[in-house]
């Protein structure tokens, strides 16, 4: 068997001239150009912070507990997702499947504090998109992220039913463990978040 | 063998990840109990830098192996990680470095650190309350350069409505060169007129396009203009100053 027919074997999947899977290949350039997309937006953040001429500010807005539970959260289903996918390489199917929508489950509850957060801001802050540059900047750059949890909790969603009804198996692990990928660049970006928007506000 | 997908019997990485997860759980405690204990608070920013870096590495190098998977993952994630981090940093110099024009607030305060201003009281622009003294001292100490970058300024932006020798124009900028003004002589109160605009006039807020520095050298330039009296210019408006 040639090596490189030996390396499809191994991925169980479309291994390119790189020698490693094409799938896994996308998914880390794509997430590169994310770590873009996400520096862009909080250095805008950072960039209009100080300047806004009306509305509530940060301090008057932000909530450390809340935040902390729900960040707290987010980190936990990066653990559940990581042991999800450790399951698959070892073809546990069903307990891949129970951390894999517990993943899910957890994003689930992470953009549920989000929507609470952004309606409080709303209607009891008087915080919109269009009061200040903090609150165009702030729910653009949340919002973004927010969305991409929310499709994160899509897809972990669909890759749990697949697993269930046994269209995922070990030598599709792969395909877990690229939406595993996805799953903890967006827990990142909320370490990010968090620290630099939310903890450093209260930090000075 | 390194690569965390291997065929058959994989070792199991569940205690890593228990250890890992663990770990982010004890510093997020600790970075959001930190915030409560008031003699940490000099230390905080770097400590909460720092904290969130290691979680950011745990969790890149653990969870998404790129600690220990192959180097093209890592070439294609840290290259526009880095690019993204001086991206950041590059930001964050240009909003301190430009005084933003987002705020009269914040232009009071540059001003005031420049030159040792008393602020003045933003809500009432009428009634400046900068010691005039203060404000002349700095204008008779002010050096040429000043004046010649005001006097730029004066030509890109305010010539339109006061005349390109400052003598104002029939419905639009009084006369600058006479010793005659409609919202006051002083140098606080003329500052306030650039900085805050005349509301139902041509006149706009300056302080929304230009830095603290910009205004002070148009007010310098327009300062040095009185008393002039090109030929020309427009009669007199508002009240004359007695200087």
Known sequence: ?204 | MSHPIEHGEAHSHVGLYLKTGAVLTVLTALEVGALFVPDLKPVLPPALIGMAVIKFALVIGMFMHLRDDKPIFRFLFMVPLALAVLSFIAMAFLAIVHYEPFGIGYVVTALQKAEGFVPPSTTAPAEPAWPEDKLLAAYAESDKTAHEKGKAIFAASCVSCHRADGGGMPGLGPNMTDNCYKHGGKLGEMYNTISTGVAGTAMPPWSASMKAEQMRDVLYYVRSLRGQNVAGGKACEGSAVAE
């Not at chain 1, 990581?82 to 199917?93: C, P, Q």
């Open chain 1, 1 to 204: 068997m040639s090596v490189h027919a030996q390396a499809i074997e191994e991925e169980g999947h479309g291994t390119g001239s790189l020698g490693v899977p094409n799938l896994k290949l996308a998914m880390w350039a794509f997430l590169g150009s994310e770590c873009m997309f996400f520096g862009s937006l909080i250095g805008t953040y950072f960039f209009y912070h100080d300047h806004s001429l009306a509305g509530p500010l940060p301090k008057d807005v932000f909530s450390i507990g809340i935040t902390s539970i729900s960040t707290f959260l987010l980190l936990m289903s990066s653990l559940t997702m990581a042991l999800g996918v450790d399951a698959m390489r070892r073809a546990n199917a069903k307990r891949s499947r129970n951390f894999v929508w517990g993943t899910a489950l957890l994003g689930l509850t992470f953009v549920g504090f989000q929507v609470f957060e952004f309606h409080h801001f709303v209607t009891t802050k008087g915080l919109t998109l269009a009061t200040s540059l903090f609150g165009s900047s702030f729910y653009v750059m949340t919002g973004f992220h927010g969305a991409h949890v929310t499709v994160g909790v899509i897809w972990l969603s669909i890759v749990g039913w697949m697993i269930h009804r046994g269209h995922f198996g070990q030598e599709k692990a792969i395909n877990v463990e690229v939406s595993g990928l996805y799953w903890h660049f967006v827990d990142i970006v909320w370490i990010v978040i968090f620290t630099f928007v939310y903890l450093l506000e209260f930090a000075k």
